[in-house]
């Protein structure tokens, strides 16, 4: 995507998740259901959190994209996820990966490459660690937090995108997207967004939104993401600490104007 054309592209996303509204089925973890399904809304998508193996598979098939968080793993979970990403691939409905703590314990790990194994996953979004650790036995995550920078899995991230017919996001202070041959920075955001719980679970959860109204999903992370990190620095500025940036957060998501975002967008080719 040209330069020229990111911020035009940003907005007109924006736009369209604002008039589909798109369903967005998350099966993610306890810790992050309010705050995900709180920025979905405030975007303007729907989110629904459903994870019982009885229903993920109706639920999905009314879905615009399916994300799937590993955070609070359990096998029920699992096998949820499996369920809806399998029906999902059948419909022909994005599916999102979030490989939350992958690296951390080999249950995260092996979990995360399982469903990569298993279904046809359209992006990955994690940071840097977590990216690694899909690759690399020797990568390592600090709980949830990453101990590398995105520079460090730049190279790994286009080969692993590439060998895995899919779109890579790693997330930190300058976002990466790649397919494994086009390469996407964002360089919207604020340090702020590291300070609260569920920041970058927002961010895969706004992939799917974005995702859901935009086919390419280098295209759609990209945009997405330059939505989130702007929103994230609107809401810095009227932010006293990581309690009111929340509040403010949340407000920024929903006040955040198409036409703003094609200003301030902040999307580079690599």
């Known amino acids: 995507m040209p330069e020229s054309e990111a911020g035009s592209r940003a907005a007109g996303n924006l736009q369209a998740v604002r008039n589909v509204k798109p369903l967005v089925h998350n099966i993610t973890n306890y810790v992050v259901m309010n705050v995900t399904a709180n920025a979905l809304l405030a975007a303007g998508a729907s989110p629904v959190m459903a994870h019982a193996v ?14 799937l ?5 359990s096998p029920a979970w699992i096998d949820a996820m499996l369920l809806a990403g399998r029906r999902a691939n059948e419909r022909g409905i994005p599916v999102i990966l979030d490989p939350v703590g992958s690296g951390a314990t080999s249950f995260r790990t092996e979990t ?19 990216v690694l650790s899909l690759i690399s036995a020797e990568s390592t995550t600090k709980g949830v937090d990453s101990v590398h920078g995105v520079d460090e899995a730049a190279e790994t991230a286009l080969r692993l995108a590439a060998d895995l017919s899919t779109t890579l996001v790693i997330t930190g202070a300058e976002d990466l997207v790649t397919d494994g041959n086009r390469i996407l920075r964002v360089q919207n955001g604020h340090e702020l967004m590291g300070r609260i719980t569920g920041s970058g679970c927002m961010a895969t959860a706004l992939i799917g939104a974005f995702h ?10 990209a945009t997405a993401l330059a939505f989130f990190g702007l929103a994230g620095e609107r809401a810095a500025a009227e932010s006293r600490g990581p309690g009111t940036f929340q509040a403010s957060l949340l407000d920024a998501l929903y006040g955040l104007t198409p036409s703003e975002l094609e200003q301030g967008a902040r999307i580079r080719t690599s």
Do not use: F
Request: charged fraction near 30%; hydrophobic fraction near 50%.
């Open 54 to 67: 009885e229903e993920v598979e109706e639920m999905v098939s009314l879905a615009g994209a399916l994300v």
């Open 69 to 73: 968080n590993i955070g609070t793993l």
């Open 112 to 130: 995360a490459k399982r469903i990569l194994m298993d279904i046809k996953i359209g992006v990955v979004r994690g940071n840097a660690s977590e």
């Open 212 to 221: 859901a109204v935009d086919e390419d999903p280098v295209e759609a992370s």
